[in-house]
């Protein structure tokens, strides 16, 4: 089973819905975690909404602090926009999918990152189903 690790800095957005995706629409081929380097305290309840929206709940998800074992247990790394720089790791086949955060934009927003996040993770499961 391929292990994946969304990392963005507060775990609270963007990672959080990719790991809810991932885990939602990978057949239990994929197992999804994901990590901060900066947690929050919750969850952006915005993002709890348009991930409901969309028939995933991810409203029992807690920020998590990125760990070195989380990191070496992952297949792959995927950093949600917050560039290296923001997200120390150890090296580990990356990659930066460059994702605007859209905390404090509102709720079209939230909606729009979403749906980046949605068309992202289903490639990346192509990409696990072909190999990759």
Known sequence: MKHVLFVCVENACRSQMAEGFLNALANNKVIAK?????PAERVNPLAVQVMKEAGIDISGHKP???TAEMVQEADKV???GCGRNACPIVPKRVEDWQIEDPSGKGIEKFREVRDIIRKKVENLIAEIDKGK
């Not at 994901?34 to 900066?38: E, H, L, T, V």
Request: glycine share 10%; charged share 10%; net charge positive.
């Open 64 to 66: 998590k602090m990125v």
């Open 78 to 80: 995927v950093l949600m």
């Open 34 to 38: 994901s990590a901060g380097n900066m």
